[in-house]
């Protein structure tokens, strides 16, 4: 299909008001830097040159030096690949302004190759605030996939889900009339939630039931607490720490006071698939045990390294303790597990961590959305770095998908074990990749 005349013209007249306002740009940003750095070779090439070539390549086959720019960018690509994509792809009604910037923005920070370095779009923004938070709109049931089949595993108490009369075991058949085979927790968790006052309808299966049960549930705030407690009949006090949250830091020194009221034989911290959260918060809790010296350290260069302390209470630091860690425990998870295990103050029971020891900013946008940006990365205190290698444990347990069916936990058995002086006799790989039996 032909543009028309007056497309042509407003086009042009586009390409003509970026280029003046590049222009403007370069005259204002260059003429700072001739003035700043009159050694930069570039900076004399626009300096001396009468002609300014915009858009184009300038020093294609220079070296930068001391990590200046050695080119200019042809920002006029940019715009001709948005209307080559509004006017050519095939399914064009489905194009937006909206879409295609924010898709350009994550492009351009995925481009640094770094996983933990992302832009969010405002409303995965404010996912990720409410997360933190701990809030967030939905049914309050955890859900985990066990036989090949979606079930409940538990429905928050006073939560829409278990007022509806959803049950712990229950067989999630579909959602909303969708089947839920081979659909995964992923699918599942976008699925049942939503707005507060909107209504979903899960079909389920229950042992006792003759037939399958339609639960219409009315969606509500869901407020999640970080931190679960639970003193066993053998007398070991059990703190699971879900996420460093916003909640975390209160929660648990209520935690803390209940132990010091118990007085149990032991502590057993789960950290089991808490993928992390706040520095901050971390630091608080492992100062519980630690009570002097460094918890982490954040390295942003060679030359420059900030030691995070103690604060000084360590109020459990007397108390046998045992820290179960997975595959799934990350970031503030591992600054936790590193600082108990280098201070000899726990030993560590379950699978090598996930390694994710470094430090993001959050930057908020003016439109709603934020950056993450890789800033630094975490060392524990005798100098281990946690990044991609994660936090060895002392005592390696599987966790199988059997266990996971059957209801076993072989994991939190052997935690029990090491603080009852029956630790298990396994066989675990050491820094040499030399094996040696644990006893």
Same mark, same amino acid.
């Given at each position: 299909?032909?543009?028309?005349?007056?497309?042509?013209?407003?086009?042009?007249?586009?390409?003509?008001?970026?280029?003046?306002?590049?222009?403007?740009?370069?005259?204002?940003?260059?003429?700072?830097?001739?003035?700043?750095?009159?050694?930069?070779?570039?900076?004399?090439?626009?300096?001396?040159?009468?002609?300014?070539?915009?858009?184009?390549?300038?020093?294609?086959?220079?070296?930068?030096?001391?990590?200046?720019?050695?080119?200019?960018?042809?920002?006029?690509?940019?715009?001709?690949?948005?209307?080559?994509?509004?006017?050519?792809?095939?399914?064009?009604?489905?194009?937006?302004?909206?879409?295609?910037?924010?898709?350009?923005?994550?492009?351009?920070?995925?481009?640094?190759?770094?996983?933990?370095?992302?832009?969010?779009?405002?409303?995965?923004?404010?996912?990720?605030?409410?997360?933190?938070?701990?809030?967030?709109?939905?049914?309050?049931?955890?859900?985990?996939?066990?036989?090949?089949?979606?079930?409940?595993?538990?429905?928050?108490?006073?939560?829409?889900?278990?007022?509806?009369?959803?049950?712990?075991?229950?067989?999630?058949?579909?959602?909303?009339?969708?089947?839920?085979?081979?659909?995964?927790?992923?699918?599942?968790?976008?699925?049942?939630?939503?707005?507060?006052?909107?209504?979903?309808?899960?079909?389920?299966?229950?042992?006792?039931?003759?037939?399958?049960?339609?639960?219409?549930?009315?969606?509500?705030?869901?407020?999640?607490?970080?931190?679960?407690?639970?003193?066993?009949?053998?007398?070991?006090?059990?703190?699971?720490?879900?996420?460093?949250?916003?909640?975390?830091?209160?929660?648990?020194?209520?935690?803390?006071?209940?132990?010091?009221?118990?007085?149990?034989?032991?502590?057993?911290?789960?950290?089991?698939?808490?993928? #992390?959260?706040?520095?901050?918060?971390? &630091? %608080?809790? =492992? +100062?519980?045990?630690? @009570?002097?010296?460094?918890?982490?350290?954040?390295?942003?260069?060679?030359?420059?390294?900030?030691?995070?302390?103690?604060?000084?209470?360590?109020?459990?630091?007397?108390?046998?303790?045992?820290?179960?860690?997975?595959?799934?425990?990350?970031?503030?998870?591992?600054?936790?597990?590193?600082?108990?295990?280098?201070?000899?103050?726990?030993?560590?029971?379950?699978?090598?961590?996930?390694?994710?020891?470094?430090?993001?900013?959050?930057?908020?946008?003016?439109?709603?959305?934020?950056?993450?940006?890789?800033?630094?990365?975490?060392?524990?205190?005798?100098?281990?770095?946690?990044?991609?290698?994660?936090?060895?444990?002392?005592?390696?347990?599987?966790?199988?998908?059997?266990?996971?069916?059957?209801?076993?936990?072989?994991?939190?058995?052997?935690?029990?074990?090491?603080?009852? #002086?029956?630790?298990?006799?396994?066989? &675990? %790989?050491? =820094? +040499?990749?030399?094996? @040696?039996?644990?006893?």
């Amino acid at each position: 299909m032909e543009k028309s005349k007056e497309e042509i013209k407003f086009k042009g007249y586009k390409k003509f008001l970026l280029v003046v306002l590049i222009i403007l740009l370069m005259l204002l940003s260059f003429g700072g830097g001739i003035y700043l750095t009159t050694k930069n070779e570039i900076a004399k090439q626009l300096a001396t040159e009468k002609a300014v070539y915009v858009g184009k390549l300038l020093g294609k086959y220079q070296e930068a030096k001391n990590g200046t720019l050695s080119q200019d960018i042809d920002f006029n690509l940019f715009w001709d690949t948005w209307d080559a994509l509004q006017s050519q792809y095939v399914d064009y009604e489905e194009i937006s302004d909206k879409k295609l910037f924010y898709g350009a923005l994550k492009g351009m920070v995925s481009s640094l190759e770094d996983p933990y370095t992302v832009f969010m779009d405002p409303k995965i923004a404010k996912d990720f605030s409410d997360d933190l938070a701990g809030t967030f709109e939905g049914i309050g049931a955890e859900i985990g996939i066990k036989n090949n089949i979606l079930t409940i595993i538990a429905p928050l108490p006073d939560m829409p889900a278990e007022k509806a009369g959803l049950m712990a075991g229950d067989k999630v058949l579909s959602i909303d009339d969708v089947s839920t085979q081979g659909m995964s927790i992923d699918e599942a968790v976008n699925r049942i939630r939503g707005p507060k006052q909107t209504e979903v309808v899960l079909s389920i299966s229950r042992v006792g039931l003759d037939e399958i049960k339609q639960i219409p549930i009315t969606r509500g705030k869901i407020i999640v607490s970080s931190i679960r407690t639970e003193l066993r009949d053998d007398n070991i006090f059990v703190i699971k720490i879900l996420n460093f949250n916003n909640d975390t830091e209160l929660a648990f020194n209520s935690a803390v006071r209940e132990v010091l009221d118990k007085n149990p034989d032991g502590i057993i911290l789960d950290l089991r698939n808490n993928p #992390g959260g706040y520095l901050d918060t971390a &630091i %608080e809790v =492992a +100062s519980e045990w630690v @009570e002097e010296g460094v918890v982490v350290t954040e390295k942003y260069s060679e030359e420059r390294e900030i030691e995070h302390l103690a604060r000084g209470r360590a109020r459990l630091k007397d108390f046998s303790t045992v820290v179960l860690v997975n595959e799934g425990s990350a970031s503030a998870s591992e600054i936790v597990s590193g600082a108990l295990q280098d201070n000899n103050l726990a030993k560590l029971v379950g699978k090598k961590t996930f390694g994710k020891g470094s430090v993001q900013a959050l930057t908020y946008l003016d439109d709603g959305s934020s950056i993450k940006i890789t800033i630094a990365k975490w060392l524990t205190p005798s100098g281990r770095s946690i990044n991609d290698e994660g936090i060895d444990v002392d005592y390696s347990v599987e966790y199988t998908l059997e266990d996971y069916n059957d209801s076993l936990d072989p994991q939190l058995e052997a935690a029990v074990g090491v603080l009852q #002086g029956n630790p298990p006799e396994i066989l &675990i %790989e050491d =820094a +040499s990749s030399t094996k @040696e039996v644990i006893n």
